[in-house]
C-alpha cells in the first residue's frame, strides 16, 4: 500500500450531500483490512468518501495495518471488544456525510460500489438502507437479501426443504430465491456486510441497538426503519465480494454455527433479544422451540444403535445447550448478558 495514497480523494470532511463516510469494524481482521482498504482507495476515486475503523481489541496487527500504512484513516482503537453494534455507534460523532456506509473488513469493493449505492439513494428517497450484491470469490451470489426471521421460515432451512426445493419461491422466500439479483429489490433487510444508510433515518430512529453485541442488530435496525415508514433496497450495481464469518472464525474458543458462519452462542443470544423485544415471548418461544425440538429430535435419532453419525448427534447436543443457556442468559429475552459476551 502506498503511504498517503488515501489523502488523494479524502478531502477534509464538510457536512452536506455528496461526502460518504465509511465505517469498518475490525476484530483480528489483519488477514482481510489490508485489502479491504485497498478495495476502498480504489473503488470511485471521484466519489469524496471519509473512512474509520474502529478495531475491537484485536489481539493481532489489525490496528497496527490502519495506524501505519493508512494515515488518512481515523482510527479508533478500543482496549476491550464493545461488540459489534457499539462499535459502529461509537464512530458516528466523528463522521459528516450525509450517508453513512458500514463495510466489513472481509469485503472488498468492486468499482463503482459506492457510487451506484449513493446515486441510487439520491434518487430514491424513500429508501432509508441500502445493500448490494455479495459475491465469494468464485463470483457466486451469496444471500445478499432477506426476509425476516419468523418460525416458518426457520422450519424451512432445518428441514432442508429450503435447499431441496430451491427452484420453488416459496421455499426460498427467506433469501429471495426465486430472483437472479439483476434488478433493484425491496426488501426486509440486508446483510450487514455491505451496508448505506442515510444520515436523517439515524437522526430519526439511531443507529444499532447495542444490546445486540453480535448479529442480528442490522435485521433489528432493518425492522425498526420498516416500521417507521422507510424502504430497504437491494441493488445489483453494487457489488462487493466477501468472505463470510472472517472475525467469528477468530473467536476460536466458541462453538461455531455451521450453518450461518456464525458464533452459536452469540446467535442464539441475539436471537433470544431480537424476537423478545420485537415480537413478544410468543415469537421468541416459537423460534426458539422450533431449532430446540429439531435438535432434540436429530440427536436422538443419531444415537440410535446403527444408525446415523455421532458426530451430526454431538452437533445437535451442542445446539441444544446453546439454546438452553441463550434462554438463562437473557432471562428469556428480557435482559443482555454483560458485554463482551
Not at 430514491?124 to 465469494?136: F, Q, S, T, V
Not at 433493484?184 to 433515518?201: C, E, Q
Not at 444415537?303 to 448427534?313: F, T
Amino acid at each position: 500500500m502506498r503511504t498517503g495514497s488515501l489523502r488523494a480523494i479524502t478531502q477534509a470532511p464538510t457536512p452536506g450531500q455528496g461526502l460518504v463516510s465509511i465505517i469498518i469494524v475490525t476484530y483480528n481482521s489483519e488477514d482481510e483490512i489490508r485489502d479491504c482498504l485497498r478495495s476502498i482507495v480504489e473503488a470511485d476515486v471521484a466519489t469524496p468518501k471519509e473512512v474509520i475503523v474502529v478495531d475491537n481489541a484485536s489481539r493481532d496487527s489489525s490496528a497496527a495495518i490502519v495506524r501505519e500504512e493508512f494515515p488518512e484513516v481515523k482510527l479508533i482503537a478500543n482496549s476491550v471488544n464493545v461488540g459489534f453494534a457499539a462499535a459502529n455507534n461509537q464512530a458516528l460523532p466523528l463522521l459528516s456525510g450525509d450517508l453513512i456506509l458500514l463495510v466489513n473488513p472481509d469485503s472488498r469493493l468492486c468499482d463503482g460500489a459506492i457510487e451506484a449505492a449513493a446515486t441510487h439513494m439520491g434518487r430514491h428517497p424513500e429508501c432509508g438502507i441500502l445493500g448490494g450484491l455479495l459475491l465469494d470469490e468464485n463470483g457466486e451470489i451469496h444471500p445478499s437479501a432477506r426476509r425476516f426471521p419468523n418460525a416458518l421460515r426457520k422450519i424451512l432451512m432445518l428441514s432442508g426443504l429450503r435447499e431441496r426445493w430451491k427452484s420453488q419461491p416459496w421455499f426460498r422466500d427467506s433469501e429471495f430465491g426465486w430472483c437472479d439479483f439483476s434488478e433493484p429489490l425491496n426488501v426486509d433487510w440486508v446483510p450487514g456486510a455491505f451496508t448505506m444508510v442515510r444520515r436523517s433515518l439515524i437522526r430519526e430512529l439511531g443507529l444499532f441497538d447495542e444490546r445486540f453485541y453480535l448479529y442480528y442488530e442490522e435485521t433489528d435496525l432493518c425492522l425498526r426503519a420498516k416500521r417507521n415508514g422507510w424502504e430497504i433496497h437491494f441493488i445489483p450495481d453494487s457489488r462487493v465480494i466477501h468472505e463470510g464469518g472472517a472475525s467469528s472464525r477468530k473467536h476460536d474458543t466458541e462453538d461455531f454455527d455451521r450453518a450461518g458462519s456464525q458464533v452459536m452462542r452469540f446467535r442464539v443470544l441475539a436471537e433470544c433479544l431480537y424476537h423478545r423485544k420485537n415480537f413478544g415471548p410468543f415469537a421468541l418461544w416459537s423460534n426458539i422451540g422450533v431449532e430446540w425440538m429439531w435438535h432434540r429430535l436429530r440427536a436422538w435419532w443419531n444415537a440410535l444403535p446403527g444408525k446415523r453419525s455421532e458426530a451430526k448427534r454431538r452437533y445437535s447436543e451442542v445446539i441444544v445447550r446453546q439454546l438452553e443457556s441463550g434462554l438463562r442468559e437473557t432471562k428469556f429475552g428480557t435482559i443482555c448478558p454483560p458485554r463482551p459476551w
